[in-house]
């Protein structure tokens, strides 16, 4: 009895194993071949607005810290992790033999960055943390989330790490709305108004390189959503409220 008991253990063992292998096989099957000149060209693309992004967002920090001085200290830490970020994923180029388009990641981030700088220069506080811990984040969580999922082996850990913190960035710009939200709900909403537009846009321009990363586009605007949604609920906007924020996405 106690015998059989083994054998029986032993071979769902063994069969959950097999089951496990034929996964990662067939999931491997979907990996695209990343030594192609396609994959490639649409890297050095794809490559250059992350950096870019990265450092923008390391910029972006430090440019808030100036209107919250009592919050130096933790903005500084964010700021030296999206340097951190930045070298990662520069490696992460310069292991597939990609040379990132950085003329093309400043025009990509141009927009956006323009409306940061005015609000920056205005002191809109709450404007500065939508377009960079919300809305930025979360469309660098969505796309670190999906590009994981098909990343070759070196580029896949590196971005399992930027991902966490990519949360904390995002959870910091939630808390300070959720602290401050009756005074500026409505700045919050004519921001986002303004701005969700511009992600949307910059969503459907790399839809096209992104595919040729196996990063589906569908894929890519669930992860923003749940990532946007999410922080919205958790500021203490309402059902209404957020369905409301995330119509500016599609008008
Ligand atoms: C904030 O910390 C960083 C902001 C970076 C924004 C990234 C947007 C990325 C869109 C392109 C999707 C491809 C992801 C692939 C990663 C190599
Ligand atoms: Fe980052
Ligand atoms: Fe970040």
Not at 90 to 106: I, P, Q, S
Not at 145 to 156: L, Q
Not at 177 to 202: F, G, H, T, W, Y
Request: a negative charge; one cysteine or more.
């Amino acid at each position: 009895m106690h015998n059989e008991l083994k054998i029986t253990d032993m071979q769902t063992l063994e069969s959950n194993k097999k089951t496990t292998e034929e996964f990662a096989n067939t999931n491997s099957l979907k990996l695209p071949d990343f030594t192609t000149d396609s994959y490639k060209d649409a890297y050095s693309r794809i490559n250059a607005i992350v950096i870019e992004g990265e450092q923008e967002a390391h910029d972006n920090y430090i440019s808030i810290a100036t209107l919250i001085p009592n919050e130096l200290e933790e903005l500084t830490k964010l700021a030296r992790m999206e340097m951190k970020h930045k070298k990662g994923f520069t490696a992460c180029g310069r292991n597939l033999g990609v040379e990132a388009d950085m003329e093309f990641a400043k025009k990509f981030f141009s927009k956006l960055h323009g409306n940061f700088q005015i609000a920056l220069e205005k002191g809109n506080l709450t404007t500065c943390l939508l377009i960079q811990a919300i809305l930025i984040e979360a469309f660098a969580i969505s796309a670190y989330n999906v590009y994981i999922r098909v990343a070759d082996p070196f580029a896949k850990k590196i971005t399992e790490g930027v991902v966490k913190d990519e949360y904390l960035h995002l959870n910091y710009g939630q808390e300070w709305l959720k602290e401050n939200l009756s005074s500026c709900k409505e700045e919050l909403m004519e921001a986002n108004k303004v701005n969700l537009p511009l992600i949307k846009k910059m969503l459907d321009e790399v839809a096209d390189d992104a595919s040729v990363l196996a990063m589906d586009r569908e894929e890519l605007m669930e992860e923003f959503m749940i990532a946007y949604q999410d922080t919205l609920l958790e500021i203490g906007l309402d059902n209404r409220e957020i369905a409301r924020m995330a119509m500016a996405a599609i008008v």
